[in-house]
């Protein structure tokens, strides 16, 4: 076969990874920075820190990619279907040939976007049972340590404290956090863990009651407090929790985790104490009822009080003339000794002349069935009916003595048995070589039974001379 011949060509020849270096170069120069709107797909938070996902519309789709130190700077985590506008570069990888996005920021596609994502999430946190009401705790009455979590520098603290001091002044730990911005919800859910975590009895004292606080804002300043792991710590808080974000028309996904929902952050103080002076007020008005209960109740302790001193008084009076009436009467129904002897001889006479009259009865009546009963035996009825039972009996056994299968033996019978001592009734009921035991009238004696004897052949008859002799 002949060799094939190089064709000349004036295209210039390229590797692979030329190619894809120079698509590469194309791309990052032609969309150097760009900011793309779309429907997040498919995010995944990958181990090592980087965020990969797809950015699609209804026409196209493009791979996105967040490396990690971009990540920890993002102001909202990317959950699947949130729309979205990224900036970054537009660039390729080029071990698959695919295009993608190198993302540097992110942010919801208005307003209508981050109020669904906020829905959305709500509604899948409210699935879990994070919100149901069964699981709100009551608010102490009067705590004696309240923690807060706010802004150190803010109106919002100066306010609850405020509030505070003028209803019920108490103790007040701050927890500093950042209220907006990307650290924002991190610190806030390490105030809150860290107030539970706090020990009874410790150096620190365990806040009875805590309040998350902010002064109003926008939506995207109040972001912090619709985060999921905000959420989930204000839920999973031993210690009763209000929450007081915004101003009274700001909701935030962190007011239906807490126990109670203030409007404001002075609201939040005033739930938290009762009124100092309403309660002073109550314990003088409750002092004087005390005081006017407990005077009606001495007045009638103090009259019950006279109406058993005078019983008391009467009682033993009464009790003891009752008691001498009651000794007279048995003094008068006691007998003297004298009395008491001559009654009991006359019992012991009357009992001993009713015993002599029994016994003496008793006896008769004995001596009649003595007499009867040896008239009977002497009778000639009884002894004739004696002789004729035992004539029956003598007549009866020499009967039953007939009967019995000795005397059939004796007229020389014998009673044949087998090996079980059963009686064998035929012969069809003996096998060869079975042992059998013959008993006599004197005695028995073992056999072995050898086969069926032949019958015996009848004698045939005489036969009779039909010859007829000579008279002569």
Known sequence: MPEPVAVASNLPEFT???ISQAVKRTLETSFERVRVRGEVSKPNYHGSGHLYFSLKDEGAAIDAVCWRGVVGRLKLKLEHGMEVIVSGRVSSYPGSSKYQIVIDSVELAGEGALLKMLEDRRKRLAAEGLFDADR????PYLPEVIGVITSPTGAVIRDILHRLADRFPCRVILWPVKVQGDDAAAQVVTAIRGFNALPEGGRVPRPDLLIVARGGGSLEDLMPFNDEEVVRAAAASAIPLISAVGHETDTTLIDFAADRRAPTPTAAAEMAVPVRAELLDDLRDHGHRL???LTRLAEEMTQRLDSWIERLLNAPRAYFTGRRDRLARLAAALSTPRQQLAQAALKLDHAIANLG???????TRKQHLFERAAALLRSETIVARLE?????????AALLDSYAYERVLARGFALVRDAADHPVASAAAVAPGAGLTIQFADGAVAATATGRAD???????KRRDTKQGSLL
Do not use: D, W
């Open 357 to 363: 009259q029994g016994l003496t009865a008793l006896r």
């Open 455 to 461: 019958k015996a052949k009848p004698r045939p008859p």
């Open 136 to 139: 709100k705790k009551p608010l």
């Open 16 to 18: 692979v990874s030329e």
């Open 291 to 293: 005081v006017r209960s």
């Open 388 to 396: 004729r039972g035992r004539m029956q009996l003598e007549s009866l």
